[in-house]
């Protein structure tokens, strides 16, 4: 396991192989635990972070974060934006977020009418194996991975119960849902126009939807 102090990232220089190159040299790892876990910790294995909201707002690019077992909420979530990390990652140097076990780290919406989770103006971010209890989404960003993932519930937008989505792909480009079980949707009332299970649009282009499983409930969406 190996730490570093947020925002002391490093760079170095491949010589071997194409000239020019680089690699991320001092990428870190850090840990998340709802139950055993303080905000105030340097965020290793045995002194892990409370809040993933503490870690989205920390890590650099190359870092990954294993985030345990137990419920998470973004209390300023909007349709928009929730766990919107700081930072955004590089093509060579992604920032993960990782469930440890897979599925057993639940991302919670705090409202039927918000996400769950939902980078906005980002690049290379990586969410891998979260349950989530509401909608997941990517806007305005690129190269984003939602992949492993199960999906509940989904998120309507704001007051509008006519949008009514488990995963939203809005927006971006060059970005990858691969993976994923979407189901047992809420009833919004809307069971016609846009509502989906996994929504792709608003200007999104060269996007990956591959190897999802989309349980749309009967007609509830």
Not at 1 to 14: A, D, F, G, N, S
Not at 115 to 123: G, I, M, P, R, T
Not at 138 to 161: A, F, K, L, P, W
Not at 176 to 197: C, E, F, K, P
Request: glycine letters at 10%.
């Amino acid at each position: 396991m190996h730490t570093r102090t947020p925002q002391l990232l490093m760079t170095v220089l491949l010589m071997a192989g194409i000239m020019g190159s680089t690699v991320v040299a001092d990428a870190a790892t850090y840990y998340v635990s709802a139950g055993s876990g303080n905000d105030s910790n340097p965020g290793s294995q045995t002194q892990p972070w409370q809040t993933l909201k503490k870690a989205s707002l920390t890590v650099v690019a190359g870092d990954t974060v294993m985030v345990g077992p137990g419920r998470y909420t973004d209390t300023t979530a909007t349709t928009e934006r929730a766990f919107n990390p700081t930072n955004s990652g590089t093509a060579s140097a992604p920032i993960t977020f990782q469930a440890d076990p897979p599925l057993a780290a639940i991302l919670v919406a705090p409202s039927t009418a918000v996400a769950a989770w939902s980078v906005d103006y980002k690049s290379y971010i990586v969410l891998d194996g979260f349950k989530s209890e509401g909608m997941l989404g990517m806007r305005h960003s690129n190269h984003i991975t939602i992949q492993n993932c199960e999906v509940i519930y989904g998120s309507i937008q704001g007051t509008d119960t006519s949008l009514n989505w488990g995963i939203i792909v809005a927006g971006t480009t060059d970005s990858i849902v691969r993976n994923n079980y979407v189901h047992d949707m809420r009833n919004s009332g809307n069971t016609m126009h846009n509502t989906a299970g996994i929504m792709v649009g608003f200007t999104a282009h060269r996007n990956v939807i591959e190897y999802n499983d989309v349980d749309a409930g009967g007609g509830t969406v």
